[in-house]
């Protein structure tokens, strides 16, 4: 069993910075970071296969956000950079087990077993 807490969530005004982090309970495969607004679909934002030799980031957030990971601190991380209004929603962590089949950087959200309890992060129009 996997748990994923996550951090680093807040308010910040447009054209700011926020860090958000995540820490696994054991070691896992890839990683992504999702989110959803208020009245809207869950968005994948970016993902990172287990070594961290490979992301994917959404086109909406690309240029601004960066997904990272430790894994010897079994930790995942979300830079985002230049921060818009439309970023606002709650940030989930979502992880595969380790040694699970590869996931190929994909940001279907179906294909992630294990989710945190997500972080919100409002951007004030």
């Known amino acids: 069993q996997v748990q994923l807490v996550e951090s680093g969530g807040g308010s910040v005004q447009a054209g700011g910075s926020l860090s958000l982090s995540c820490v696994a309970s054991?070691?896992?495969?890839?990683m992504a970071w999702f989110r959803q607004a208020p009245g809207k679909q869950r968005e994948g934002v970016a993902t990172?296969?287990?070594?961290?030799?490979?992301?994917h980031t959404t086109d909406s957030v690309k240029g601004r956000f960066t997904i990272s990971r430790d894994n010897a601190k079994n930790t995942l991380y979300l830079k985002m950079n230049n921060l818009k209004p439309e970023d606002t929603a709650m940030y989930y962590c979502?992880?595969?087990?380790?040694?699970?089949?590869?996931?190929?950087?994909?940001?279907?959200?179906?294909?992630?077993?294990?989710w945190g309890q997500g972080t919100q992060v409002t951007v004030p129009s």
């Open positions: 979502a992880a595969v087990a380790a040694g699970d089949r590869p996931c190929y950087a994909t940001l279907d959200a179906d294909r992630y077993a294990y």
């Open positions: 054991v070691r896992t495969g890839c």
């Open positions: 990172i296969i287990s070594s961290g030799g490979y992301t």
